[in-house]
């Protein structure tokens, strides 16, 4: 057993940390939420370039054939400047399951561009009303040559720069299915959306028809594994995020509260101030190692279930409680947004309630022990 | 003991609310207030507030509390909190007077010459607006550090310095300022406590954007400000004392106001997600219940020990750090109830995004007036007498413990 990652995914993710610290410096994210739309190109054909984007795409998709862990990795250096980039929608929500389940048109037609920096992917597993992403209230009708789609699906991370967003939805068969659709096409509106984290996000009102190649994986594609295998790994890129935003929180507290006087002596100093850092320190460990536990096993194809939910009670409830104190130890300076804190505790925040927060994984988790037995 | 309206209470509410019903129009009690985000919202929030409290004073409602002699109704605390609960009900607002009101008007009547005491009347009328000018780059929790200099030249003071975190400077139109007037005395002991018109030559207000969205604090510059002699409160260099006063009043008023939500609202919000069967939100809503009730007893309790003339003092530490905690639990509730909507944003969310608004407001609640770790401070030391931490800089020169302070 060695519960540490390996000299190469060493090399990943100091690749990653050189590019995000390079291109997105503070100043760099605040021109891009204030002149931008949400969406750094430069910084995406830098990941392109030092070949981030194909790194966990298998090698004859045109990527490096690297796995969930690097991918966490990534979204780790990520999370840690706060970046305005579609990793995790284009990678973890798109390419991965395309990679996985996709018929061989599908994964020639989209992972070449996904690995050069060109095609930007999300999927679709919010439905309004319906907490549980594996029954789509979106339906799918048979039409002659294809699919019907029609449906509502809020918050979708990036559907405004997507070239394909994966839309999960009941077929009228009673089957599920996963379909490849085109978010610029006639027959659906996307309705660019603001949320707290001020990442691009858009609400989907599909009523359009996709061509039968369109579904992921073929006419016998499993819908129902396609979303377990989607949400898996979401959730799993999510925590890795988290993981990144609460690490480098908390450097920039310590680092702050060393760095300001009050009574004559550093904050940090001041016991009541040490402890709710080392607390937040203390949070951010279990977040660290249950992500690392979860990405493995997935990566190794092990049962994995109570580890991805394990892993996101960590990141939203220990993440939510880490950006909540080193905010509160910023004092006035966290209020104010020309001072760069605020990001991460609006990032945690948006990642806590992102598929679920901290109760609505524990409730998953106690049905899954009552049910399964540990 | 008697905790439920007196016949005379019952009588006052029923004159109260009687009067409101005339003047003021209704609030929806399941619609919340669009948080003034713009600066053109802000002013006309700010032309609200003045606009009412014109109708309450030629009502004789304003200064329920304020003895007669300085224009006020001459009323009790149980009245003010009973009329603070009918208003509540009424489409209206007071925010822009909470400085002026809650926090001047009773350092002045303490302190204040009669002199001073005249600007009583105008802030009453809701003609002025006042802020704090206590807070600075490098006083924040240590606000005896303050570096503003005031010098004193012929009948004037010259004041130069920058203060920080300004709520509403820039619809105010008086501020109180605390400033430095001996650097050579320890750091309480060279503090004076000023009025200062912010109309004034050499006053530079610069908005800063606020988490929240809203620009409602402000950098304030001083430049060559002067201030007639008139206007200090108080004996020169004893200002610490008198910022106590405000101090001690702010606590009491953040700590005693309403909560910008009611617990029905929330229950409101569980039905419209259909999660009022969702044991996680019954119990945060039970939860959040009891805790407004603690919070409403400790009021009570706060009320008496300021009808007895007593200063707020450790109930109003305590209980403001209770609402502190109130605030951040329940306006993440809020957010929790929202499940994957509580992750949106401005106007694509529920009531145009005011609970995401109140949930980031939290820190405004937390930190200022003091934070949760100094009403901490407060308690351990006042409540329980555990000794004051040590501090090496407390008994120096001011001007000898600068080189160390940044
Ligand atoms: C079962 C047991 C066996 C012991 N055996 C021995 C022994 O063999 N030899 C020996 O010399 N002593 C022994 N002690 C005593 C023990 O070392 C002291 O009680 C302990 O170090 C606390 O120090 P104190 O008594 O000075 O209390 P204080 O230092 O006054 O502490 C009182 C409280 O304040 C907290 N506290 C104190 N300083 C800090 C700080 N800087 N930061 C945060 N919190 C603080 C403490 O945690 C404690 O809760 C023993 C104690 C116990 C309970
Ligand atoms: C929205 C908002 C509005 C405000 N409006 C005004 C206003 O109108 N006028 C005005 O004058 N000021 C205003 N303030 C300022 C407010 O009073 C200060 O923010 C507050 O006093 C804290 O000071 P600071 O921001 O410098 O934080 P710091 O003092 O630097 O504190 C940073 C952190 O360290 C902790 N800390 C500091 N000292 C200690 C200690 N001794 N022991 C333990 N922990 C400690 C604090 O609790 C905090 O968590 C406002 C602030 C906010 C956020």
Redesign the interface.
């Known amino acids: 057993m060695n519960f540490d990652i390996s000299d190469e995914q060493k090399v990943v993710s100091d690749l990653a940390r050189q590019i995000f610290e390079g291109h997105a410096s503070v100043e760099r994210v605040k021109y891009i939420e204030r002149e931008g739309d949400g969406f750094d190109r430069d910084l995406w054909s830098e990941l392109a370039k030092a070949n981030l984007l194909g790194l966990c795409i298998p090698e004859d998709d045109g990527g490096s054939g690297f796995g969930l862990v690097e991918l966490g990795l990534i979204l780790e250096e990520q999370g840690r400047r706060v970046a305005p980039v579609p990793v995790w929608a284009t990678l973890a929500l798109g390419a991965l399951p395309i990679a996985e389940f996709g018929t061989a048109a599908q994964r020639a037609q989209w992972l070449p561009g996904v690995c050069a920096g060109d095609v930007v992917l999300s999927a679709a597993l919010n439905e309004r009303g319906a907490d549980d992403a594996l029954r789509p209230l979106t339906t799918a009708t048979r039409t002659a040559n294809g699919w019907h789609l029609k449906g509502f699906k809020p918050t979708v991370p990036a559907a405004q720069f997507a070239q394909r967003v994966l839309v999960t939805a009941r077929q009228d068969d009673g089957r599920i299915g996963v379909f490849l659709l085109d978010p610029t096409q006639a027959g659906v509106v996307v309705e660019p959306v603001r949320a707290t984290n001020h990442q691009p996000h858009a609400h989907l009102v599909i009523d359009t028809v996709v061509s039968a190649e369109d579904r992921l994986g073929g006419p016998e594609g499993d819908g129902e594994e396609q979303i377990h295998f989607i949400l898996e790994r979401a959730l799993v890129g999510l925590c890795a995020l988290q993981l990144g935003v609460c690490g480098a929180a908390i450097e920039q507290t310590a680092a702050y509260t060393s760095g300001r006087l009050q009574f004559s002596k550093p904050l940090s100093t001041f016991q009541a101030v040490g402890h709710q850092a080392a607390d937040a320190f203390i949070l951010t460990e279990p977040m660290r190692v249950t992500m690392l536990q979860a990405a493995w096993r997935l990566m190794h194809g092990l049962p994995s279930r109570q580890e991805v939910l394990i892993a996101k009670y960590w990141a939203s409830e220990g993440g939510q409680k880490v950006v909540h104190l080193c905010q509160h130890l910023h004092g006035g300076m966290g209020s104010d947004i020309d001072y760069p804190i605020h990001r991460y505790f609006l990032w945690g925040v948006q990642i806590e309630s992102t598929l679920g927060a901290g109760s609505a994984q524990l409730a998953r988790i106690g049905e899954l022990i009552a049910r399964e037995g540990r | 003991m008697d905790i439920g309206d007196s016949v005379e209470e019952a009588a006052f509410r029923a004159e109260a609310r009687a009067w409101l019903e005339q003047h003021a129009p209704h609030r929806d009690p399941t619609k919340r207030h669009k948080q003034s985000s713009t600066d053109t919202e802000q002013d006309v929030h700010a032309q609200a507030c003045r606009d009412w409290q014109r109708v309450l004073y030629d009502g004789g409602w304003a200064g329920l509390t304020w003895p007669k002699r300085f224009g006020g109704r001459g009323g009790t605390p149980w009245q003010a909190a009973i009329f603070g609960e009918e208003q509540s009900k009424f489409d209206v607002a007071t925010g822009a007077f909470a400085v002026a009101h809650g926090m001047v008007a009773p350092t002045l009547m303490m302190h204040g010459t009669d002199e001073q005491r005249g600007y009583l009347d105008a802030m009453l009328r809701g003609d002025e607006v006042w802020c704090q000018l206590f807070?600075e780059p490098?006083a924040?929790?240590?606000l005896a550090?303050i570096g503003t200099r005031a010098v004193l030249d012929g009948g004037e003071w010259i004041i130069n310095g920058q203060k920080?975190?300004t709520s509403g400077a820039q619809h105010s139109e008086f501020a109180i300022l605390l400033a430095r007037t001996d650097p050579d005395a320890p750091k309480h002991a060279g503090i004076t406590y000023f009025i200062l018109d912010m109309n004034s030559p050499g006053i530079e207000v610069r908005p800063?954007?606020?988490?929240?969205g809203v620009a409602h604090?402000n950098e304030v510059f001083l430049t060559d400000v002067r201030i007639p002699v008139a206007n200090v409160v108080g004996e020169v260099n004893a200002g610490w004392k008198i910022a106590h006063t405000t101090l001690s009043n702010e606590r009491a008023l953040i700590g005693g106001g309403n909560t910008a939500w009611s617990i029905q609202e929330l229950i409101e919000m569980a039905r419209h997600y259909?999660r009022t069967n969702d044991p996680?939100v019954r119990q945060g809503i039970a939860k959040a219940h009891s805790r407004a009730a603690v919070l409403q007893y400790m009021g009570y309790r706060l009320r008496t020990s300021i009808s007895r003339g007593e200063m707020p003092g450790v109930v109003a530490s305590t209980m403001k750090l209770f609402y502190a905690r109130h605030w951040?639990q329940t306006t993440?509730l809020a957010?929790?109830i929202q499940?994957?909507?509580?992750?949106?944003?401005?106007?694509?969310?529920l009531d145009d995004?005011l609970w995401?608004q109140t949930?980031l407001g939290q820190?405004?609640v937390?930190?200022g007036g003091g934070?949760?770790?100094i009403q901490?401070?407060v308690i351990g030391e006042r409540a329980l007498g555990l000794p004051r931490?040590p501090?090496?800089?407390r008994d120096l020169p001011w001007r000898e413990?600068r080189g160390?302070?940044?």
């Open positions: 807070s490098e924040g929790s240590d550090n920080v975190w800063l954007r606020q988490i929240t604090f259909g996680v951040a993440g957010l929790t499940g994957a909507n509580g992750a949106l944003w401005g106007d694509s969310a995004g995401q949930f820190y405004a937390r930190l934070t949760d770790e901490g401070n931490e501090a090496a800089d413990t160390s302070t940044r």
